[in-house]
């Protein structure tokens, strides 16, 4: 983020995309982990009520934002690869911007009324949620009065933010892999695959353990230590792995940092022969 924001060579509507992909999976860990350090090491176990839906909202509304700007991201990469010349015209810092906020308003949004429904919900039985945060699933699994509702909202969201960004994000790169293979030739066309590739394995990390719990819950009861297992997958892998694949591994963000340690040694330099010459 640090590198993206220093760099104005990075001042463009892709790296947008990846420094609001960094944003997010910084925020969502934040989310997760201070609470599971409390937990496991000074044996804190309880929340209250309201806290709990707060922790609710945060966890799966930045969760949504990874998800939704490694779509972002897959269209870059859609328009880029499919469409050169038509790329600075159509992904622009406006549109990208555009597309941005209009993620966070559909997320909040969502979010608020997925936390929100939990609200006319009665508990009369366990107060104990059965994960590592406060899970929409397990929540609602207690209460008492009738959480039709509640379960249908879930399903709203599982197609809207899981299904559909993943099955998006797969027929861009299936589009992308079929315009490599009509472009590029040799060593351009197995660099711009692996890159494709190291992409599909994020989103697989993504999507695959939350997805199999999903459509395995629709029809038998999950065992609780596979749901934690899943969950932790999404939240703990991509937020470690994204940084690497799409900054560390990228030409330009390498350049940027190797030009601002040229300038930054070339000032310290000029520094240290100003010091000889007062002296």
């Given amino acids: 983020m640090c590198v993206i924001y220093m760099s104005r060579r990075l001042h463009t509507a892709k790296y947008i995309a990846v420094f609001h992909l960094a944003f997010s999976d910084l925020c969502g860990s934040t989310a997760v982990i201070p609470k599971l350090i409390d937990m496991f090491l000074f044996g804190h176990q309880e ?29 870059d990469r859609l328009v880029a690869i499919c469409f050169p010349l038509k790329y600075h015209a159509i992904i622009t810092k406006k549109s990208v911007s555009l597309i941005l906020g209009n993620m966070w308003l559909f997320s909040i949004f969502l979010f608020a009324t997925l936390a929100g429904l939990v609200n006319r919900l009665s508990f009369c039985r366990s107060t104990v949620v059965s994960s590592h945060f406060c899970d929409h699933g397990p929540v609602i ?17 599982f197609g809207l933010l899981i299904c559909m960004p993943m099955l998006l994000i797969t027929i861009s790169y299936c589009c992308i892999a079929a315009a490599l293979f009509k472009i590029a030739h040799g060593a351009d066309r197995i660099k711009a695959m692996k890159t494709c590739t190291s992409h599909l394995m994020l989103v697989a990390i993504l999507y695959l353990p939350i997805l199999s719990l999903n459509i395995k819950s629709i029809a038998i009861s999950i065992d609780l230590n596979s749901r934690i297992i899943n969950n932790s997958l999404t939240q703990i ?7 690497i694949i799409y900054t560390l591994k990228t030409e330009e963000v390498m350049q940027a940092i190797k030009e601002m340690y040229r300038r930054r040694r070339k000032v310290n330099t000029m520094m240290e022969q100003n010091v000889k010459q007062r002296k």
């Fill in 47 to 75: 929340i209250s009520y309201e806290a709990c839906l707060i922790n609710m909202f945060f966890v799966f509304h930045l969760m949504n934002l990874q998800s939704m700007s490694l779509l972002v991201l897959a269209y």
């Fill in 141 to 157: 699994s207690l209460s008492c009065n009738s959480n039709f509702i509640n379960y249908l909202m879930a399903y709203i969201s």
């Fill in 237 to 243: 892998l991509p937020p470690m792995l994204n940084p």
